[in-house]
């Protein structure tokens, strides 16, 4: 194991100190438990929206921590779920009485940790909701997860309930748009090369010379198949075909479509995997009317992409296109 | 090699069409000679700004054309200098009355294929300068370069020559305001693995599972010394004190500090690395007023860092902070 780190205990502490430095201006952060916080939290008369989950997937979840997303986000160790105090912590710090929605990746240790936490935090007579997002069409269970996995959906689902909440939507409002979101967005995975957990000091999974994994999880878990490798044009089809048929999204759709590297892959390969799935799905007849490109949940230095469709609306489009200051994703209207 | 492509030979193209895709309202993409223009270009009264180089290393260059950057991009074939009459073409596409500046990092080829293409745009009638960056202090002369290597430094290059002309600079102006910069900026790279060229198929290079590159180009060129691998203090200790005592920068200055991946670099060390030398250059009595932290200029999906330090005054803060609206860097003053 070759990386830029000093001991692979301290490495999530040590990471988060740069971000601090590196983002005063939108986020504060504590290091015991760790925490990425909104500098200005807590937002008066604002439903709080907080995720989380392992480290290891930047900028997921920190670098969306600001105006128009997160209120917080609770990273644990690499790969491992955050504690329940570590989540109770971030609900304490940025909740009022609009109440909080926790939005939580589909993994065991997750869904277990921030239901107790939200458990906690209504003892203490906050207000607090959980949605559980699951939209990884690869497998329906897997390593670390009953039913599907939570993958590149929460995404635009962490942007569109932050602009809500921004705007002042109700705790109600939030929690039933976060449900429609998740109702309607579907994500898959490819792996071509295997992330190395800095604890675990060596490769997560083995995979030839010639093969990809097809459904890869965030964490290196089993996809459908391992495949051999082939040209761009007939994995990127196999993508979109194993997304579009899933939901299925069918021709007049309106789309967000958000090709994501999963860390190593050159932004050379992203784009053009981007263009074949925009001709693809216009093949379908299938509108893609917004589109992200770029590493934003990854898999430490994995090669390797996902391809997430979310259907659109007018609603839908008009939060995604407002206004967003973060770490990562930065826009006005 | 296992890669999300289809022909190598057309690596490039592809990954331009996905780009315009993202992309429509920022940027129009012309595939022979391979140009990215500004969607709105040529902007009349205006200093084009114009870039270009090798492809393998994106965001750069392509992912900063647009307002308050650059007005063109010409994408070479990977780690290949453009040909002349493309960046003659970029001229044509985007220069009127008031000039354009050429940025061109200093690789034999590039300085060559630029020089020609301003004396064919020259003949024409059109204004056009050239400036060249040599920002690398790793080593004095390179495998493809006379003289420091073109790098890090040209993202603030081309960010606040692009800002200067979005204001109305004159052509003497920009100019000058480059050549200010480049006097004052240097970088420092690190490998740990070696990129692979699509059409050559194999890494550039070798690396021992103990060893680190340290002064690497972004083609993978030779750099100072190869080092036994180290802890991240230390590392970042010897890349802050290569750039620092470079120019020299001194106690009392004030900097933007740019922490960029080389591509395979995960966000979790990238940030970890920018947090060290944001201390060892308070220690230093150093300045820190602007970062940069993130993939910008990249060398496929070779996993290292650099650094660049960038002296700033009033003049440049300002610029810096002007607004911009590229793929890759986008914010409003």
Partial sequence: MKKIINDPANVVTESLRGLAAAHAELLRVHEDP???????????????VISGGGSGHEPLHGGFVGPGMLDAAVPGAVFTSPTPDAVQAAVAATTGAAGALLIVKNYTGDVLNF???????????????????????????????????????????EKITGAAAARGASLDEVEALARKVIGQVRSIGVALTAPTVPHVGEQSFTLGDDEIEFGIGIHGEPGRERIPAEPADALIERMVAAVAEDLPFAAGDRVL???NSMGGTPQLELYLAHGIAERRLAERGIAVERRLVGPYITSLEMQ???????????ELIDLWDAPVNTAALRWRS
């Fill in 304 to 314: 390797g992409i996902s391809i997430t469709l979310l259907k659109l609306d007018d």
């Fill in 257 to 259: 479509l958000f090709t």
């Fill in 115 to 157: 239901e107790t936490a939200a458990e906690l935090a209504a003892a203490e007579g906050l207000e607090v909701r959980s949605v559980v997002i699951d939209d990884d069409v690869a497998v329906a269970d897997s390593t670390f997860t009953a039913g599907r996995r939570g993958v590149g959906g929460t995404v635009p689902l």
């Fill in 34 to 48: 760790a925490l990425v916080v909104r500098a200005d939290a807590p937002v008066p008369d604002k439903v709080a």
